[in-house]
Every structure is written in C-alpha cells, then in structure tokens.
C-alpha cells in the first residue's frame, strides 16, 4: 500500500504547517528515502508540493516550526521508522540511545543493523569481478557482501555481542603493542604514558555508603613520574565520611575506542577494578602520617591517602600507581573482580649454588607528584647466606659507614595537596618509588606508596652528620625498605645514609624455584 510522506511528516511533527497540504498519493513505500514521485498531480500541484515539502523539511533540520516547536514523538512513530533512523547511527551512538528506554534497547539490537556495522568495519572488503572499460572500472567502488543467513538466524543482539568483542580485542592488542619497549633502567614500558592516552584511560573513585548508594567521582588531577602515576581526586560537597561504608578505585576506558580518538565522556565506558579499601573504622584501616594547618594525612594499606579537613569531612583523595602492569590493571579486570596476573613461572638453575642471593638492580625515587628530591640506580645488590634470617633476606644498598655511598634530597620536602580554593604541604611526607629487578632484568618487587620520616630516638654517631636523624619504613607481602636520613644545618637538606632491603623468602624462593 503506498504511503505519502506529508502524511508522516504532519502525524510526527508537532504543529502542522500554516497552509494544510492535501496530499496525493506517491510510488512506492518508501517513508525514508529520497526518491519519490506524484501518481496523478499536475504539473502545478507538483510544483506547489514539492516547494511545500522542502520548506517543512527546512523548518525540522533547524528545529523550528510554525509555532516554535518540531519535537519527534517517538511514542507514537512505529517502529520500522524507529529502526531505519538507527541505521543511520553510528556504533557509540546506538550503544548510547539503547540506554534511553526498553523499547529502543530492543530495537538497537537489530541484528541487521548491527551486522552492517560489524561488516562495514571489521569484515574485508570485495571488489565484483566483470569486464568492463578503463572508465568503469575507476569509477567501480568496492562493495560488501551481505549474507542474509549471518544475521537472519541469529538471536537478537548477537552481531552486538560479536561487534563490541572484537573492537575491545583489537583495542586492547593494540594497546599492549605500545608496551612492547622497555627501559633498560627501570625494566618498565617506555610509553606508558602514551598507551594512557591511546586506551582513553582515566581512574575514578567509587564511594559507597551503608545503604549501596554509589558516589561515582572523577580524577582532578594527574601527574606522570619516570615509574608511576598520581592521582588526586576533590569536589566541593563530599558526602558524609560518617555514612561512608568502602571505596573502590577503578580504571575506566570506553568500551569502543573511536577512530578520532574522541570519546563521548558519559559513555558507553567499562570499569575496571583496582583496589577497594574499607572506611568504616578510619583508626584501624588507616595511620595518621602527618598534618598542617588545615588538613590531616591517612594511609591506607595499598597507599591511599585520605585528607580530612580538621573541622570535618574530606578535602581530598590522592594515590600512587607503579607502572609496572597499571594499562593491565586498569583495563583488563571487571567491576566487580580484580585483574589476575599470570604468575612467572621459576627457572631453576642447578649450577649456581647462590641463585636467587645475587644480580638484583634497585632503580627508586623519592618525589612529591612529579617534584623529584632523589633519583638513583642500584647495580649488582646480593645478599650473603648469613643474612638471611627471620624468613628475610638483607640486602644492604646503602652503607651507614660509607660515607661515599650517602645521598642529598635536593628541594624542601613535603607533599603538597591542592583543592579549589586551598593548598598546603605536608611537611616531612613524600612518595617513594622503588622497581628492583632480578638478574634477567625482570621486575621482581615494584612500589609505589606514600610514606613519612619519622624522628629517631637514637642521634646520628657520624661525626660529618650532627643534626637530627630520621628514619623511613615501608613493609608489604613481599618485603620491606628501610631507610635512615640525617639533617644537615650547614646546607639545610637531608641526607640518606642508610638504606636496606628485606626480601621475603617465600617470595624469593616461589620466584626462582628455590628452597632458602
């Protein structure tokens, strides 16, 4: 039966034209396409038609009618019409207009429409083979092919399913290709800052209270060192810390990585979760590691820092991601599960009778986001059989009697916190970094936490080193650092004098297959 096109214009527009139309009937059923021709017109009502037409199609692509309204009621629109207008949208788009309501989640997973995208993208393309002349053939376009049966006996949504797969698969394999270069100091990808920007990378907080109500909050800032990443998040109106039961820190990528690399910021994006720290006891989850005049500092575990205002509630939340597996953790694990790294597999070694004890490079860094105070590389550390006790192993990087060996912290140090309208400093705090790799230069112990100095009770005996001493100590799975720093009156900075690190033993021996 044939259809007029003034008909659907006047039923789906709202407020008809000012001159009615009386409209003839057309060829053909076409309500969408672009061809069309009176059945039985004159020339004149033809002509009279057309430039009617053309003024009300004018009047809806600039949004204006006679009355200043050209609203599409979708509700009364059936649905053919619905689906041929999503044929026209492109991927993120369809992604985006399937959240608005049942209806459009149903009809935007068109099997039909979605293998088009599916062919047009991702499937090769195949030229007709004919004779014909010279001309024909340049001006021969190739074309798909379309195999009615691929999408006809298929569920609803499955050319969806296999479209989006393939676009993360492809996405993510491009992605690791980045991390392909490593720094032979630090044994870490040379771009991971660049893979950060290609995946469309960024972290988000996810606070959530006692009754499952989820505060969703976007990173503030970021800063790039030589082997991390830190991230602070702030916003004017927190919820009440009081009410506040966990958060969860996820890395968010978008599920379709775009060809302009534009990526439409409220979706269609995936989380993948990173860490997850409990807050309702702060005094037993968390240590207080140092305050100023408006905010105090806690610690988490796994190197979160929390700053509450004295007066109450939180300023900001701040944290520091080794680059060691971060585009892995951050894009490969799922809202609800963490990314599992596949465990090296031990490579024994029957000939060396100290395997595992020597060959060791430590490459660490102490800064306040992105603010160096020391930058060093560690070569040819070993520990000796006698000093390996207490299910530790000791290595000794730095020498408390060797006085060449002793290191400055150039710059005040501290660690500065910035919110809308207020900064400080944490005096006394900074982030340290430390990547110790094996003897095949493989990433044995990676860290990156905040950390403070603490006052030591025992003066420095070094004659050189009169002024107050410090220490620094940081403890996880897998071992701990410990450092010793000295005040210098004379030059007004601190010196490392002392500087140890304790390996498992489980570690150590799950690692290189031994038994110490």
């Excluded at 399937?98 to 991702?122: E, P, R």
């Excluded at 082997?227 to 998040?233: A, R």
Aim: aromatic fraction near 10%; charge should be positive.
């Amino acid at each position: 039966m044939a259809t007029g096109r003034g008909w659907i214009l006047r039923q789906h527009l709202r407020g008809p034209p000012e001159t009615p139309l009386t409209v003839p009937l057309f060829k053909g059923n076409s309500v969408m396409g672009d061809a069309w021709a009176p059945d039985s017109a004159s020339s004149e009502q033809s002509t009279a038609l057309t430039g009617q037409l053309s003024r009300i199609k004018r009047m809806h692509i600039r949004g204006q009618s006679s009355n200043s309204s050209s609203v599409v009621n979708f509700d009364r629109m059936p649905p053919e019409i619905v689906m041929k207008i999503f044929s026209y949208l492109d991927a993120e788009s369809l992604l985006c207009v399937g959240c608005v309501k049942k209806q459009f989640y149903h009809l935007s997973n068109d099997n039909a429409i979605w293998y088009k995208i599916y062919s047009t993208s991702l499937l090769p393309t195949r030229k007709k083979w004919s004779i014909k002349s010279v001309e024909e053939s340049v001006a021969e376009k190739p074309t798909i092919c379309l195999n009615l049966p691929e999408f006809q006996n298929r569920e609803s949504g499955y050319w969806k399913k296999e479209y989006i797969a393939k676009k993360i698969a492809a996405g993510r394999a491009a992605i690791i290709r980045l991390l392909k270069p490593i720094n032979t100091y630090t044994g870490l990808p040379l771009k991971t800052k660049q893979a950060v920007r290609a995946s469309g990378l960024r972290w988000v907080i996810i606070l959530k209270d006692r009754h499952g109500k989820e505060y969703v909050m976007d990173q503030a800032n970021i800063s790039f060192n030589e082997t991390s990443v830190t991230l602070s998040w702030c916003c004017a109106h927190w919820p009440s810390l009081e009410t506040l039961s966990s958060l969860q820190l996820c890395g968010v990528t978008p599920v379709l990585l775009g060809k302009n690399k534009v990526h439409l910021k409220n979706g269609p994006w995936r989380r993948s979760l990173i860490c997850e720290y409990a807050l309702g006891n702060l005094t037993e989850e968390a240590e207080v590691i140092g305050s100023d005049a408006l905010v105090v500092l806690y610690r988490f575990d796994q190197g979160l820092l929390l700053g509450l205002w004295k007066k109450g509630g939180i300023a900001f939340v701040m944290t520091s991601l080794h680059c060691h597996q971060l585009i892995e953790r951050s894009i490969l694990g799922s809202a609800t599960m963490r990314h599992a790294e596949v465990p090296d597999k031990a490579i024994l070694d029957d000939v060396d009778p100290e395997y595992g004890m020597h060959g060791y490079q430590l490459h660490i860094e102490l800064h306040n986001r992105g603010n160096p105070y020391m930058c060093y590389t560690f070569r040819g550390l070993f520990c000796k059989r006698d000093f390996i006790k207490n299910g530790y192993m000791r290595l000794a990087v730095i020498s408390y009697k060797n006085h060449n060996q002793h290191l400055p912290l150039v710059g005040n140090v501290g660690l500065t916190w910035r919110v809308d309208a207020f900064e400080g400093n944490i005096e006394n705090c900074f982030i340290m970094d430390a990547t110790i790799l094996d003897d095949s230069q493989k990433p044995f112990w990676c860290i990156s936490a905040p950390v403070n100095m603490i006052l030591s009770p025992k003066p420095s005996t070094l004659y050189q080193y009169l002024g107050p001493k410090y220490y620094v100590s940081h403890v996880d799975c897998t071992g701990k650092v410990y450092m010793e720093l000295v005040w210098m009156e004379e030059t007004n900075e601190y010196y490392v004098v002392n500087l140890i690190l304790y390996f498992s033993t489980q570690k150590v021996n799950s690692w290189f297959g031994t038994n110490y």
